[in-house]
């Protein structure tokens, strides 16, 4: 099979594009042809070995986390898909590879793809849809009457983040550039608040949740702009020991992540505020949620640009670039 893999880590010069075999179907899989894959900050991390401590991967590797295709084959043990399924997936943190012909996953990870979504537009979902869904409803608790405020809510993740705060029916502020302030009310904010401009924690200080998407000054900033009691949930610097344990990280290294997250949580201290670094974990289960509301016209994806297969080095180009407004996504079939 064609596909975009790394033999070692670094830079963009590192992703070749190349024959590799397919990969081997267990009982539990399902072997997905796909169609179209999204870039996610993520991949580069990976690319660049900054995630190597939490996921130690064999080389080759293939990149990509999050894709759509269709169903070519299932494992013996597989109930939920057949041949021929439309569907889509965040691939286990363990397995990834969507920039690819041919991607196997495990039945757990897999749901049908919405009807009323292209396969390019599903693909730009699942890892932002779940990154989301996790922020607010898993660890933000968050709920009707409450306030969020959401960082970059222009980009992939934030987008959707304010797509389903409104949907739960919380007050929802987000930050944005003021070019994008209308696209982002258009996604349902009640209010945008120019990064460039305002200092968001000047107008925001009562949060129930504030889902931090930036990390570096901005997580650090955050801390003020939630109420007493309320919480920060981000999900890019600083992980937490809980992170650590929780991903069987060995203890040697556990003082590492303790530094690491220490100006958070002393932050968090400082102004009687909860704090979770929260890494996304995949969920057929949730995918079928997230479906639900696409079909019901509550959510919808946010794609910048759509490059063929052979461009994938490109569009990690544009992605990196931070010029993106939206999903950039790698249209592999068709």
């Given at each position: ?47 660049e070995g900054k995630a190597r401590i939490l996921l130690p991967y064999r080389f080759p590797l293939v990149l990509g986390n999050d894709c759509a295709g269709e169903v070519m084959e299932v494992g013996a043990e597989v109930k939920s ?254």
């Amino acid at each position: 099979m064609r596909a975009f893999f790394i033999r070692r880590y670094g830079g963009p010069e590192v992703l070749e594009q190349g024959e590799l075999p397919s990969p081997p179907l267990g009982p539990r899989d399902v072997r997905i042809a796909v169609h179209a894959a999204s870039l996610n900050p993520v991949d580069w991390k990976v690319r660049e070995g900054k995630a190597r401590i939490l996921l130690p991967y064999r080389f080759p590797l293939v990149l990509g986390n999050d894709c759509a295709g269709e169903v070519m084959e299932v494992g013996a043990e597989v109930k939920s898909f057949k041949p021929g399924d439309a569907v889509w997936t965040r691939l286990d943190k363990d397995r990834p590879g969507a920039f690819a012909e041919e991607v196997v996953a495990p039945e757990a990870v897999v749901a049908p793809k919405p009807p009323r979504l292209s396969y390019e537009e599903a693909a730009s979902l699942p890892l932002v849809g779940l990154t989301a869904w996790q922020a607010l409803v898993e660890v933000g608790k968050l709920s009707a009457g409450q306030k969020v405020l959401v960082h970059a809510g222009a980009g992939g993740v934030g987008s959707v983040a304010v797509q389903l705060a409104r949907h739960l029916g919380a007050r929802v502020v987000a930050t944005a550039s003021g070019k994008n302030a209308e696209l982002v009310k258009g996604f349902g904010a009640d209010e945008v608040v120019d990064y460039r401009t305002q200092r968001f924690e000047d107008v925001v200080r009562d949060a129930d949740v504030v889902f931090d998407t930036v990390g570096a000054d901005t997580q650090l900033r955050s801390f003020r702009s939630a109420r007493k009691g309320g919480i920060v949930v981000s999900i890019t610097d600083r992980p937490d020991m809980a992170l650590a344990r929780s991903w069987g990280v060995s203890p040697v290294l556990w003082p590492v992540f303790a530094l690491v997250g220490a100006r958070a949580t002393l932050a968090a201290w400082r102004h009687g505020v909860r704090y979770t670094y929260l890494f996304m974990n995949p969920s057929g289960e949730q995918l079928r949620q997230l479906g639900a509301l696409v079909e019901a016209g509550k959510l919808r994806p946010h794609v910048d640009r759509v490059f063929p297969f052979d461009q994938t080095r490109e569009a990690f180009a544009h992605a990196e670039s931070g010029q993106a407004r939206g999903k950039v996504v790698v249209r592999v079939r068709g």
